[in-house]
């Protein structure tokens, strides 16, 4: 099978080679990591949450340097920075990624500024939502995925109702997919690729916080926890969605006490803070557990393309997806 096998029509709207995806993690990840990804021919991900425009455009900067690849700006619908979209959708970058929230108006705004729309979901209904407004391709995240994940419907299930629901739009995996077997079991799922956060804060290129990467190399998917004690806590509004992190002490004195997080949350805001800060307060998904080295981006990616063509040789309708 060769590595050609591996190019979906998902590819093709994004421009780039191979159908593997970095999520945009906000600023957890740097311009050399978006860089490294798309220079291996996949698509990296600019996180824009947390970023004012000076930040933004900086970052986008830094990302044309070192790289002449497809790259993307990923924006959070509900917590929408209207001047940092306007900022993305003006520097032309190739491709818009949203998440949690319908985004009609925005959708035609990069579609007549010459973007392409990634939508990420968590349900099959919002899905066929984000299909109706024109995304070109959709994101189906499970909620074995890292940081701010849906708390319903897991990828298995999840990616090919969405897959089912929204023909001809391409659909990637996301939630629990960390190496080639996850990615061939997504693509024997119907979808047309992968997005992966967890195991690319395990990458040489990407920035850890503290001794986070350590967290990452030493932890099992059944030592992650998803509650809302993350964003209750730091005063965050993100409806609708849970945090799945690494269990760490805060977490596991504090995440199923939250009739006490009010009067808590003066004390435990700056505790959790420092705790994030040095790396003890670690975003990750269940599949935090088949990270096992910290590998450069695009060695990462040669690996996960070898395995899961390698398993994907005998698989009678890979063929249907190119």
Not at 160 to 179: E, F
């Amino acid at each position: 099978m060769s590595a050609s096998r591996l190019k979906t029509p998902a590819c093709d709207v994004l421009g780039i080679e191979i159908p593997i995806v970095q999520a945009g993690m906000a600023t957890y990840t740097s311009a050399e990591l978006v860089a490294a990804v798309s220079n291996a021919g996949g698509l990296g991900i600019i996180g824009a949450l947390g970023r004012n425009t000076d930040d933004l455009r900086d970052e986008i900067r830094r990302v044309r340097a070192l790289t002449n690849k497809p790259f993307g700006v990923n924006h959070v619908v509900c917590r929408i920075d209207d001047a940092c979209v306007e900022l993305t959708l003006s520097q032309r970058v190739p491709v818009i990624s949203l998440s949690w929230g319908h985004a009609t108006e925005l959708t035609a705004k990069a579609h007549e500024a010459g973007l392409k729309v990634l939508h990420q979901v968590t349900t099959p209904e919002e899905a066929g939502g984000v299909a109706a407004e024109g995304a070109d391709v959709i994101v189906a995240q499970g909620a074995e995925g890292g940081g701010h994940v849906g708390s319903a419907m897991s990828t298995m299930a999840l990616v090919p109702q969405a897959v089912d629901l929204v023909k001809p739009v391409p659909v990637l995996a996301a939630g629990g997919i960390a190496d080639g077997r996850g990615m061939a079991a997504a693509i024997m799922l119907g979808a047309q690729g992968v997005l992966m956060g967890t195991r690319f804060l395990a990458t040489v290129e990407c920035h850890g916080r503290g001794h986070s990467k350590d967290a990452l190399l030493n932890s099992l998917g059944s030592q992650t926890l998803a509650s809302k004690f993350y964003d209750d806590v730091l005063g965050i509004q993100w409806p609708g969605s849970v945090v799945r992190a690494i269990r760490n002490p805060i977490l596991d004195e504090w995440a199923r006490r939250a009739n006490e997080w009010p009067a808590k949350s003066d004390e435990l805001r700056p505790q959790v803070q420092s705790a994030i800060d040095n790396g003890d307060f670690v975003l990750a998904g269940e599949s935090v557990g088949l990270v096992h080295e910290i590998l450069p981006a695009a060695e990462l990616i040669r690996r996960i393309v070898a395995e899961a063509e390698a398993l994907l040789g005998t698989a009678p309708h890979v063929d249907s997806l190119t």
